[in-house]
């Protein structure tokens, strides 16, 4: 039918204002069509109209972005290859057969670690959301991002503390002799010896083959055999007992504090503090010296360890292959849990890290970048290790297969500090050494601290968002408090019990409860199609993908836990026994994060409105706020879940060619008004980028007829948190 004169002079009118148009308010697929646009104005579905996202500025301008790609790639190499490379992995090397063992953990990378990184990263990349809004995704699982927010807690103090040593270290370097490189000192103690080699030159002896020295003294025609020293009484470990720690007989005997490492730890929350001021604008700024910094550090210390008598020997000794440990499962055990720490998921680090990249980042690649980066360090910390391990051998003239090393604090800073301490211009090559830690732990912290911050903030964004700042300082007050305790002489043990307990296997268990709602309540499919709407693609190999997500990551997961508390111990250091309280009160700190869990989750499910039926619906299914946090991003599938793009989708300004009645064929009408259901199968199968129609069976335009109207009323109205 023919448009009445009236209408015509309606559209005639506001063809003008639609010359006018900002085009910023709309999607950008209304950019491509011949549409007459009308004045904007807010439905109340959405703080502000479409957000404009390609300029060089923040995407999102509410919660913030990193400033470039290069921030966002240094800020997870730094969360993720911390001081575990070099605490850690050259001692399961050193320990289970050498380069034989890096075939299991590079198995278990794969199976273990990468499926959790893959998850963590492209959900916190979707949703720009921490680690407990991210949960909108399965509400009864909410529990989860405080569980793992509480974890980071005792992360932030426990990389804190191991920060405070380093610093104390680092400051006793600055001078002309170390202090562990002696025995004249106050507290090294009557039987604190140097090296057999060392000792034996300085007074002119013979050293024999096996390790023991004989002096012979001219005047009075005797002989001294020293024997074969023990590395229990080298000064680095009386050092690090009796000076740095003030170490008492038991996790009971609390001591006194040591006002020196508190000041320590003071400094290093200052200096988390001012870093994290900005947000990820001022940490990604921080990130080009504490990861790249590391990395020129380590290739110093590198070559010139490999320079040293010994070194080169020990590192060709302890990396070749034993093929032998293949085939016992506890090597495979340790594979897998260093493989799932490795990365440092499950505390809710790599949701924050991802969520402030931009939607459209090619998460793929990321990931494999960085768990290249990863092994590469555990490698290249081997090599630093090994090459020091022969060093100290060729001093104390040690035999290569009788040296036994020990993992965690004793490996950096007792067994490698006194290797250091040998080497000519020690002092330089040890603060280099302590500098390299002190940042390296320093980068995990500081986002380790920055997910509680961001997490709180996007929880309660009314009440915390806008005062970030004051956040901060609450969280590192509070940690501040929580850390000094741990400079009181019993807190090595403390450190221990945080070691073995808190923070293993609860992050399993963790990593267990989100594999099981991501891949089964939420569905692997959806996760997967997230991926490729981020992306553009899915991943290659998809059915592999989810294979590994529904099947084989929770057996993998279960195992490690299995392996865990089966293969735990009495808990020792050096000659003291734990007592069985200590061990209890392990436990029951280990447990905290894990009982939000269900605590939370009942309450999710009380608050649901609704029948029973209704509330299970509400809780197991997505919260109507999850998605692309950017209203333009959510427009790219599902535009009529935004009300500029509904409007603009078929508005009154956009002529459809058809007669009235094809139109009412098309379109079935109850009153004027569309089904609830019918209009959401039009939503998902309208191509937004096609609105236009023409009359079949020919290319003249017929009769027109604007419905725009009609679709107003039609389309159900949605309740959702979009742009903030």
């Known amino acids: 039918m023919s448009v009445s004169s009236n209408e015509q002079e309606h559209r005639n009118g506001r063809s003008a204002v639609g010359n006018h148009v900002d085009m910023s308010l709309y999607p950008p697929f209304i950019k491509q069509l011949d549409a007459k646009l009308p004045d904007y104005t807010r439905e109340g579905d959405i703080e502000y109209p479409f957000e404009e996202i390609t300029g060089v500025g923040d995407e999102n301008r509410i919660r913030g972005n990193w400033s470039n790609k290069s921030d966002y790639l240094l800020a997870v190499i730094g969360f993720t290859a911390g001081v575990g490379s070099f605490w850690k992995f ?60 509480t974890i980071s807690g005792f992360f932030a103090v426990f ?84 000076d740095v720690l003030m170490l008492s007989k038991g996790v009971d005997d609390f001591g006194t504090l040591n006002w020196y490492l508190g000041l320590c730890v003071l400094v290093c929350w200052i200096a988390v503090f001012l870093c994290l001021f900005q947000g990820v604008k001022s940490s990604g700024k921080v990130v080009y010296i504490s990861v790249i910094l590391p990395f020129i550090i380590l290739t110093v210390l590198l070559t010139r360890l490999l320079t040293l008598d010994g070194s080169i020997s020990a590192v060709l000794y302890f990396l070749s292959p034993k093929w032998e440990v293949l085939s016992d499962l506890h090597v495979w055990g340790e594979a897998a849990v260093q493989a799932f720490y490795s990365v440092s998921c499950c ?54 297969d009788k040296f036994q ?123 997967l199609d997230n991926a490729k709407w981020i992306v553009g693609h899915w991943p290659p190999c998809y059915i592999f993908w989810k294979v590994l997500f529904k099947f084989i990551c929770p057996l993998v997961y279960l195992s490690i836990l299995c392996f865990l508390w089966l293969d735990w111990n009495s808990i020792e250091y050096e000659s003291y026994q734990f007592p069985y309280w200590s061990i209890l009160a392990a436990w029951g700190i280990a447990s905290i994060p894990l009982i939000l869990i269900p605590i939370i989750s009942i309450w999710q499910f009380c608050i649901a409105k609704g029948t029973i039926t209704q509330k299970w619906w509400r809780v197991l299914y997505p919260d109507d706020a999850w998605g692309p946090a950017l209203a333009i991003h959510r427009a790219e599938k599902f535009p009529l879940q935004i009300p500029e ?24 009408m109850n009153s004027g008004v569309l089904t609830a259901g019918r209009s959401s199968e039009f939503a998902q199968t309208t191509d937004a980028r096609s609105i236009r129609s023409t009359v079949a069976g020919g290319g003249d335009r017929g009769d027109v007829k604007s419905i725009g109207a009609t679709i107003n009323t039609m389309i159900p109205k949605f309740e959702r948190e979009t742009a903030i």
């Open 405 to 527: 090393i020990r993992d965690g604090f004793h490996l950096v800073f007792v067994f490698l500090a006194e290797a250091l301490a040998g080497v000519p211009v020690a002092p330089l090559y040890a603060g280099l050494f302590f500098i390299m830690i002190l940042l390296v732990v320093h980068a995990t912290q500081m986002f380790v601290v920055e997910t509680i911050v961001s997490s709180l903030c996007d929880e309660y964004p009314e009440r915390l968002r806008r005062n970030r700042r004051h956040v901060l300082t609450t969280v590192c007050a509070l940690f501040i408090c929580l850390s000094i305790p741990f400079c009181l002489s019993s807190g090595l043990y403390w450190m221990e019990l945080l070691t073995q307990f808190v923070l293993t296997w609860p992050l399993v268990v963790i990593a267990f409860l989100e594999c099981m709602a991501i891949n089964w309540i939420y569905g692997v499919d959806n996760m």
């Open 347 to 400: 505390s809710g680090g790599l949701f924050t890290i991802a969520s402030y990249s931009r939607f459209h980042n090619n998460v793929y690649k990321d990931i494999c970048l960085v768990l290249l980066v990863d092994v590469f360090v555990s490698l290249i910390g081997c090599l630093l290790t090994f090459s020091a391990i022969g060093f100290t051998c060729y001093e104390f003239a040690i035999a290569l």
């Open 90 to 149: 050259p001692f399961l090397v050193f320990k289970h057969g050498g380069a034989a063992f890096l075939i299991p953990y590079l198995v278990m990378l794969c199976l273990a670690a990468l499926p959790m990184f893959f998850m963590e990263m492209v959900l916190g990349q979707f949703s720009s959301s921490a680690a407990i809004s991210v949960w909108k995704v399965v509400p009864l699982f909410k529990g989860i991002g405080f569980a793992q927010v």
């Open 645 to 668: 793009a509904r409007r603009l989708l078929l508005p009154p300004e956009v002529e459809i060619a058809a007669s009235q009645r094809d139109l009412q064929d098309d379109i079935p």
């Open 159 to 242: 990389f804190n503390i191991i920060s405070a040593w380093t610093l104390f270290y680092l400051i006793n370097s600055f001078s002309f002799s170390i202090p562990w490189s002696n025995c004249a000192n106050s507290w090294s103690g009557e039987n604190c010896t140097l090296g057999t080699r060392i000792q034996c030159r300085e007074m002119n002896g013979t050293l024999l083959v096996n390790g023991s020295c004989i002096v012979e003294h001219a005047a009075s025609n005797e002989t001294t055999v020293i024997p074969l020293h023990d590395l229990n009484s080298i000064p680095s470990l009386k050092y690090f007992h009796t």
